[in-house]
């Protein structure tokens, strides 16, 4: 079974500058989610997907952050204009809905520096 | 609100020893627990699960974690600690609220470097 794919896996921009990223969950998985680790820390949800609706994005940046997730599957996150303190991972993960939307399966992340 | 404290933001074991990784959780309700790992420069992966039942629960790799209720922890141990366990260990719990489920809310995470 495939993992969750994630591209680019390393971004380096200026900041101002726009950056998007593109992750593809697991085959079946109705659930998506995008993560931002920042160095030192846990992951922090930004957006939940279920299916192509937004269930919670109360602690995405919305002045500069969007996300989508077109016909249920594949997902792109946006950043536009990039801060200096956006520098982080993003994580994209799926789960099954149901009582296995806990279990999450996490791709390998894209690095984002902004200088 | 929700949130999760790991006290040890790194710890270092000699090869062969055991491992105990604390985690402490607030959560009002009875709460789902995991641990995940991640090596360097890759995503997560899911070690153990906690939702109710029998509060020991084994995981992949030898790992296993205790849920006591009495003291909001969920610690992870291991007997014999393997130099490929090295990598960061992150305690989450599953957030259930305003409708909103499969939220995990992750400690800060402990990173685990093993001597030979």
């Known amino acids: 079974e495939a993992g969750v794919a994630q591209s680019p896996r390393y971004k380096i921009i200026e900041k101002r500058q726009s950056v998007a990223f593109w992750c593809n969950p697991i085959?079946?998985?109705?659930?998506l989610y995008w993560y931002q680790q920042i160095l030192g820390q846990g992951p922090k949800l930004l957006i939940q997907?279920?299916?192509?609706?937004?269930?919670?994005d109360s602690q995405l940046p919305k002045d500069r952050f969007s996300a989508e997730r077109l016909k249920g599957v594949d997902s792109t996150l946006k950043i536009q204009p990039a801060k200096l303190e956006d520098s982080a991972v993003y994580l994209c993960a799926s789960s099954l809905a149901g009582t296995g939307i806990y279990e999450q399966y996490f791709g390998p992340g894209t690095r984002l520096t902004v200088t | 609100a929700q949130s999760v404290t790991q006290p040890d933001i790194h710890i270092t074991v000699s090869e062969g020893a055991s491992l105990e990784l604390r985690c402490n959780y607030s959560?009002?309700?009875?709460?789902?627990l995991f641990w995940y790992v991640q090596s360097p420069g890759q995503g997560l992966q899911l070690l153990l699960k906690?939702?109710?039942?029998?509060?020991l629960v084994q995981g992949i790799k030898g790992f296993e974690a205790e849920f006591k209720r009495s003291q909001s922890s969920f610690n992870l141990r291991k007997p014999s600690v393997h130099w490929s366990d090295a990598a960061e260990y992150f305690c989450?719990?599953?957030?259930?609220?305003?409708?909103?489920?499969?939220?995990?809310?992750f400690g800060k995470g402990t990173k685990l470097s093993v001597k030979p």
């Open positions: 085959s079946g998985h109705a659930t």
């Open positions: 997907f279920q299916n192509n609706g937004v269930v919670d």
């Open positions: 989450a719990v599953g957030a259930d609220y305003g409708g909103s489920q499969g939220n995990l809310i």
């Open positions: 959560y009002g309700a009875t709460p789902y």
């Open positions: 906690y939702f109710s039942g029998d509060t």
